[in-house]
């Protein structure tokens, strides 16, 4: 394994700040409870003040206020500030993916690529804000209309979490904004500062272009304040992005007030390669899914399935290029595996590689802790042959950890492939087409690629899996739809008034 120890760095505290501050935002707090450390060595980037209830129903109303004027401007006018807001984004890409290498431990590469998500997505949005199309019907009345109408829908919340702490509340809230929607926004308590970053940029973009500045909160602080948004009437949809258990806790509470909810939960993603696959194209594609972003992204490579015939050579090539990684500093060029997030992931992984091996599990490479310095958690991919498709890996451990399975035949690996309580994201490696076109119409995720890993989504399509992984969708595509309201109107131009099922009356 090829690592490098960062070197310990007292002045990413200044980095951050500077970051910060290029942003438009305020310098920020030491003296809060709310203590900010970065992956890479531990280093306090700040002690912020985490927000209160009171703080959130402020935040709230004022959003509420907000919409009512809104949801009045044209949608396509709305689409100016997000595309401003795209502008600022571009002239701050460096700042921001600064942020989140510190926040979140990426490289820079990765850092860069999620800031540029944000710019796609606020792209798509501005170009959505002409095309929020309604359908009409033809009308069973004569002299009468039937079409449908989308209306803004209120408040939006967005709960996001660490591992993509800018891109996935740009896809909520550049959609939601366009489509006439305030947005009160509750970060990770892991990566404020980026929070903030955005909030800035957000800003400064609504007073350019004389959108109102109540159209965008950020409320930091733990689930207390998650949870008080998620049950407070005033919003309309919560949009939250994280665990399982998370998940379990935010559907039921706002379907109990008959709000609306977007999950984007667990992923447990896996690959299947046949025999015909491309080799040499396989080994990159996993290399980057499964290992890329220290294995923390929720389309994360965490399950591979291959036929027997190809199994032991593909093993020893991904092997191969693992011991050619270099994990470490995410600032430092040639870096390709940061930081994992926390001691708590740190043990997370050591856990399941343990209960791996007792299943039998055979570790062919990595999962040992990599010197780093101060407090972090480095570690070296890893890559288990498993005998079967046991719990440990039925479960999503958020960390770089592969797990190996064989097959024989294509329905045992379709089967094998679904039979994971999550439903993210999936692929297939062949040159059949036809095995190509069986896994498209079989895999129960709501993504499914051929040829490609399962991470590194593009934002034109609807992004979202199923079953545990929580149904919604967001980004592209007409996940817009999930931020407003339709509404079907019939109009009836005659001067006869005939009722529908040529129902009389009187
Ligand atoms: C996530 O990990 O929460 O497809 C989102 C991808 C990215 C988004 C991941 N575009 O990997």
Redesign the pocket.
Known sequence: MNTRAPHPSAHLTDRASQALQRCGAPPPAHDGSLVVTTPIDGTELARLHPHTATDLDIAVSAAADAFTVWRAVPAPARGRLVRRLSELLTQHKADLAELVTLEAGKITSEALGEVQ?MIDVCDFAVGLSRQLYGRTMPSERAGHRLMETWHPLGVVGVIS?F??PV??WSWNTAIALVCGNPVVWKPSETTPLTALACDALLRRAAADVGAPDALHHVLLGDAAVGEALVDDPRIALVSA?GSVRMGRIVGPRVAARFGRVLL?LGGNNGAIVAPSADLDLTVRAVVFAAAGTAGQ???TLRRLIVHRSVADELVRRIAAAYSGLRVGDPFDEGVLVGPLISGRAHEAMRKALERAELDGGVRVTGGERVDGPGESFYVSPALVRMPAQTEVVREETFAPILYVLTYDDFDEAIALHNAVPQGLASSIFTTDSREAERFLASSDCGIANVNIGT???EIGGA?GGEKETGGGRESGSDSWKAYMRRATNTINYSDELPLAQGVEFG
Request: proline letters at 0%; one cysteine or more.
């Open positions: 998500e979490a591992n993509f891109a996935v992005t984007e992204r929720c389309t991470s590194g989504a992004f």
